[in-house]
């Protein structure tokens, strides 16, 4: 297991983050205690068993991959959390709102994969620095349970061009793929451990590979943005995390105050539909979490 990184008072200090903006990356970030992170897996693992067949609009899967900071107060709790958010304010300053939050998982000895691709290819905000991913283990994330692979430097390219693969195999809503070879020798592994997190950049190129353990692979992970960010079409739907939204461009949704109200469910669909239509223009097939 790799120390976490020394910060100061819960801050970013000038170094890291200057680390931040030459790789792309920046892990393992201490952002709260281990025992916090497993009592939050036990409260998602009890929301997986009282709603499952809870006679929900939409599979709880959906819910949990898309959007979940509307309907779960757990993630937007985690979004919101204090330690996270300080380490986040060091990349995007004091002015920070939720683009999304999602619980991604990996069942155990499972060969599911995440395919090597860049965040920001069909988000419709363009290639921007004003968003940073933080990526929250809510257990260990290793190489034997999947945890995710990193090319440094690959933030300062262009959106790149990706086929989309369609791969029932594949965890992301079009099985997206960067149309360029990346080499092992490139990959860095982002081993993270409950109590840790790992930041990246929209345009940094990352995969992950199966679970080969015995554990589930359980993460929470938030898309932060600067409220200066302008979706190239439609409109942003955001959560304020922290500060003001100095610009005023986002309709700023409101938190749930608990799971699966039947107000924050119409909005989650209305969100949804909104963000199907950009995550999914141009694509030959309508499958996945999103159709």
């Known amino acids: 297991m790799l120390a976490s990184l020394t910060l100061e008072n819960g801050h970013l200090p000038a170094p890291l983050t200057k680390q931040y903006w030459k790789d792309g990356f920046l892990f393992p970030v201490p ?10 897996r036990a409260e998602l693992e009890a929301i997986e068993r009282d709603w499952l067949d809870a006679g929900l609009p939409l599979p709880l899967n959906t819910y949990k991959r898309i959007n979940a900071n509307i309907v779960m107060p757990l993630a937007h709790r985690i979004a919101t959390h ?13 002015d920070i709102l939720i683009f999304a939050a999602e619980f991604f998982i990996k069942e155990p000895r499972t060969t599911q994969i995440v395919s ?4 920001l290819t069909y988000w419709g905000l363009g290639a921007i620095d004003g968003l940073v991913t933080a990526w929250v283990p809510l257990s260990p994330a290793t190489p034997a349970s999947g945890c995710m692979d990193f090319v440094r430097g690959s933030h300062t390219q262009a959106i790149l061009p990706h086929e989309d693969t369609f791969d029932d195999n594949n965890l992301l809503s079009r099985g997206q ?25 929209g345009l940094t190129i990352h995969g992950s590979g199966p679970n080969i353990s015995d554990d589930r692979r359980i993460a929470a992970v938030i898309r932060y943005m600067r409220p200066d960010v302008v979706p190239s079409e439609g409109r942003t739907d955001a959560m304020l995390a922290r500060g003001s939204d100095t610009a005023g461009r986002a309709r700023l949704i409101p938190a749930p105050k608990a799971n699966f109200e039947p107000d924050a469910l119409a909005l989650y669909e209305e969100i949804r539909a909104a963000q199907a239509k950009v ?11 999103y159709a």
């Open 82 to 94: 204090k330690g996270v958010l300080d380490a986040v304010e060091g990349i995007l300053g004091p």
């Open 116 to 119: 090597m691709h860049q965040d």
């Open 31 to 40: 952002v709260m205690e281990a025992a916090e992170a497993a009592e939050m």
């Open 177 to 201: 793929e960067v149309a360029v070879d990346v080499a092992d020798e490139d990959k860095v592994n982002i081993e993270i451990h409950p109590g840790q997190m790992s930041l990246h950049h």
């Open 279 to 289: 995550m999914m223009e141009g694509a030959a097939k309508n499958k996945g979490i």
